[in-house]
């Protein structure tokens, strides 16, 4: 997901306050970078459950971000009190937390359908998540994202760990950077394919550094007809590595919720620090979970996907989003 920040520089004297409160807070960053490196060298790989996000604590521990998309979607994003009374977010009674498109209302041509975006109260500077989907949406006109992001992008980082739209064949994994940082392929072991390398925004170019996925199960009606799976990404000094894993190919450390990544099989996308500072560029990151339609990316390649009419006229139509729904069995960061 893309959006646009403006700086403004007040005086030299604030300039100067905010060069060494950032100062600071690059020193932290760094040492908790160190602290891991240092760690890895000595091969104590242990991974500690910090924060386990199921079914109401999506509702009480993320903020739900209301009114227009940033990214220009035919949404109205709700507020939390207005998503749970329109049953756009809820827990059914298994556990799995649903978040919603507004699938019973029809919309003028040219208007915006009530959706949810959540993002975490807590701000994370690297380490083990681990995602559980039973099901994400799927659609023409629909673009869904399981994501990261830092302040003032794209100085702070974006991690795009699930992101599609309308009927796409499979999964897209992509970072957003400030300059300085792009995606090296050399002796990076990955199952995924190299879709663009060069990871800053320039010139306003947010196409950021890619991988597809070979695997048809990793996205939309593939992965929902076989209840979802896992998305795990580990964040660390060394780079970012994402992995997915079908439901019946999910490893057993991770169902015990003893994860141990040395012993998955190869990532499907890897970010090496070799080619891009990891304290620099990723920090202060909030999770995040939403549902936009048409926008930046689906309205201009809506036609292309082979989907009917236009975007505008798939939004009047509630029946188009019977299947955009997240059903959320958990997330999971580990330290």
């Given amino acids: 997901m893309h959006m646009i ?34 760690a890895q060298n000595n091969n104590t790989r242990i991974f500690k459950l910090e924060d ?13 971000m209301q009114g227009a998309d940033p990214t220009r979607g035919s949404v109205n994003y709700q507020s939390k009190d207005d998503a749970v009374n329109k049953h756009l977010a ?13 699938d019973s209302s029809w919309v003028p041509e040219g208007g915006n359908r009530d959706s ?38 794209p100085n702070g980082g974006e991690i795009d760990i699930l992101e599609g739209v309308h009927e796409q064949p499979a999964n897209q994994y992509t970072v957003h950077t400030g300059p300085g940082c792009t995606l090296t392929t050399a002796n990076v072991p990955v199952t995924g394919r190299v879709a663009s390398t060069q ?16 695997d048809s199960r990793s996205y939309g009606k593939g992965f929902n007809l076989i209840a979802g799976g896992v998305f795990a990404h580990l964040w660390d000094s ?37 080619s891009c500072d990891m304290a620099s560029h990723f920090y202060e990151q909030s999770l995040v979970l939403d549902t936009t339609l048409c926008g930046d990316w689906g309205k201009p390649t809506y036609q292309g996907a082979g989907c009917p009419g236009t975007c505008a006229q798939a939004v009047m ?19």
């Avoid at 386990?52 to 739900?64: E, K, P, T, V």
């Avoid at 809820?90 to 978040?99: A, E, I, P, R």
């Avoid at 990871?199 to 597809?212: L, M, R």
């Fill in 52 to 64: 386990m996000y199921q079914g109401d604590s999506f509702l009480n521990d993320w903020d739900f």
């Fill in 116 to 153: 949810v975006r959540i993002s975490t109260k807590k701000k994370y500077n690297g380490g083990l998540f681990i995602a559980d989907f039973y099901a994400m949406p799927h659609g023409c006109s629909v673009w869904p994202a399981y994501w990261s992001v830092g302040p003032n992008w």
């Fill in 90 to 102: 809820y827990v059914q009674s298994d556990g799995t937390t649903v978040l919603a498109v507004d």
């Fill in 317 to 335: 139509d509630p029946a188009n989003y019977a299947f955009a729904k997240w059903k959320i069995n958990y997330i999971a960061v580990y330290q």
């Fill in 5 to 38: 920040t403006t700086f403004i520089v007040l005086s030299l004297a604030l300039g100067s306050l905010a060069g060494n409160v950032q100062e600071r807070a690059f020193s932290t960053r760094r040492r908790h970078h160190q602290r891991v490196a240092r």
């Fill in 199 to 214: 990871c800053a925004t320039i010139n306003g170019d947010n196409t950021g550094c890619a991988f597809v996925d070979p």
């Fill in 238 to 274: 060394t780079g970012i590595k994402i992995w997915h894993f079908p439901r019946t190919e999910i490893p057993e450390d991770i169902i015990a919720k003893n994860p141990d990544p040395s012993k998955w099989k190869d990532p499907v996308a890897y970010w090496s620090a070799s």
